[in-house]
T-cell receptor, first 112, second 112 residues
């Protein structure tokens, strides 16, 4: 099994630009999570989907952040416009129901 | 609110035992987890314990749970340099096993 696949692995962009992070969950998993990891705040849950439906987006920082899951095998996290304080590692994870979380390798975002 | 606390750093010598501690606040947690994050990678489930257990052993790993004190520990016997990583404690939030509450992680350094 390929595991959770995220792209890009690294992104460097300028303040104000749009950033799109992508995730392919493990086939058969029905829950998908987007996390943000920073040194100061640790691991923060931004949003999670169950059966492609957003269930809890209370962790999304503000309206600049949006996430979609158009089908069971693809999700995006978009930041528009990006700001330097958005610099972090963004992880996607998937699970079957409330089971073990499988994480991707992360997308490291740097906003200059 | 719900909170999970861990010490941030631990340094041990190769061959010694490592003990990583965690305290949590939500007494209704069903599961408590230990995840491991190696440099540049996502988190991987190391082990977990159901809340009605007080100990679980898995090869070099021993998890101890003290529900009264809301204290969880992870002991790694015969620590190896390959065990150097960040270890995250997490609990399943009240009534929602999908929304884990995470500690900030303990960075374990194993010295030869």
């Amino acid at each position: 099994d390929a595991g959770v696949i995220q792209s890009p692995r690294h992104e460097v962009t300028e303040m104000g630009q749009e950033v799109t992070l992508r995730c392919k969950p493990i086939s058969g998993h029905n829950s998908l999570f987007w996390y943000r990891q920073t040194m100061m705040r640790g691991l923060e849950l931004l949003i999670y989907f169950n059966n492609n439906v957003p269930i809890d987006d209370s962790g999304m920082p503000e309206d600049r952040f949006s996430a979609k899951m158009p089908n069971a095998s693809f999700s995006t996290l978009k930041i528009q416009p990006s700001e330097p304080r958005d610099s972090a590692v963004y992880f996607c994870a998937s699970s079957l129901d409330a089971g073990e979380l499988f994480f991707g390798e992360g997308s490291r975002l740097t906003v200059l | 609110g719900e909170d999970v606390e861990q010490s941030l750093f631990l340094s041990v010598r190769e061959g010694d035992s490592s003990v990583i501690n965690c305290t949590y606040t939500d007494s209704s947690s069903t599961y408590l987890y230990w995840y491991k994050q190696e440099p540049g990678a996502g988190l991987q489930l190391l082990t977990y314990i159901f809340s009605n257990m007080d100990m679980k052993q898995d090869q070099r790993l021993t998890v101890l749970l003290n529900k009264k004190d809301k204290h969880l520990s992870l002991r790694i016997a015969d620590t190896q340099t390959g065990d150097s990583a960040i270890y995250f404690c997490a609990e399943s939030g009240a009534g929602n096993n999908r929304k884990l509450i995470w500690g900030l992680g303990t960075s374990l350094a194993v010295n030869p």
